[in-house]
């Protein structure tokens, strides 16, 4: 079946740091990808999303970049604030919109961003 | 900026009891979802709901499970005899539109611990 793998957290970085959080994932066919945050108190949010092979989501000066050859959707920025802190979940959907038809969710790795 | 509401926050409940965790979804959807997260593992679909119907349900949503929309507002998951494995975060989401065509919004969760 459908599989999503992150990397386990807490992420522990100083404010303008750069940021990786690694996401594989197996799924037969062409699913869609996406990064969900969860910031302390709230639920989850859909932070960006990727269709098809070689396209790239963004929101919030984030970015991750749909890589079949890799079967990876690594989430990066290029310098975190505090703000950023939060869990980050890597998902996929056979579904292009991010809706919660058929999800299949990572762990989730925990943020922590250091002033 | 609408949203998806859960009560309560969190649940402590004895082994045996019956629990209903509740969820307001954003008014004009028409699609439900229950998600749950056991504490270190990953968050997995345990349902979804349109039409006053279950369309979709994981083989985790047995015959202790059960949703219900009994009003125009109101969506809840019912556990009939709780266990101690079913201790963990459960989400509810809601989209306008199923197949993971529109965004599904997510509350904030419901803690529930069995003791």
């Known amino acids: 079946g459908d599989s999503v793998t992150q990397m386990e957290g807490p992420v522990t970085l100083s404010e303008e740091a750069f940021l990786t959080i690694n996401c594989t994932y197996t799924a037969t066919g062409y699913p869609s990808l996406f990064w969900y945050v969860q910031y302390p108190g709230e639920g989850l949010q859909l932070l960006l999303k990727?269709?098809?092979?070689?396209d790239k989501g963004s929101n919030k000066g984030f970015e991750a970049t749909y890589r079949k050859e890799t079967t990876s959707f690594h989430l990066e920025k290029g310098s975190v604030q505090v703000s950023d802190s939060a869990v980050y979940f890597c998902a996929l959907s056979r579904g292009s919109g991010g809706g919660a038809d058929g999800l299949t969710f990572g762990k989730g790795t925990h943020l922590i961003i250091q002033p | 900026e609408p949203e998806v509401t859960q009560t309560p926050s969190h649940q402590v409940t004895q082994m045996g009891q019956e629990v209903i965790l509740r969820c307001v979804p954003i008014s004009n959807h028409l699609y439900f979802y229950w998600y749950r997260q056991i504490l270190g593992q990953k968050v997995e679909f345990l349902v979804s709901?349109?039409?006053?119907?279950?369309?979709?349900k994981s083989e985790i949503f047995d015959d202790q499970f059960s949703v219900e929309r009994p009003d125009g507002s109101n969506f809840t998951l019912k556990i009939r005899s709780t266990k101690l494995e079913d201790s963990a975060m459960y989400f509810c989401a809601s989209s306008e539109n199923g197949g993971g065509v529109t965004e599904a919004f997510f509350g904030q969760g419901t803690r529930l611990t069995v003791v």
């Open positions: 990727a269709t098809k092979a070689d």
């Open positions: 709901f349109y039409n006053n119907e279950i369309s979709e």
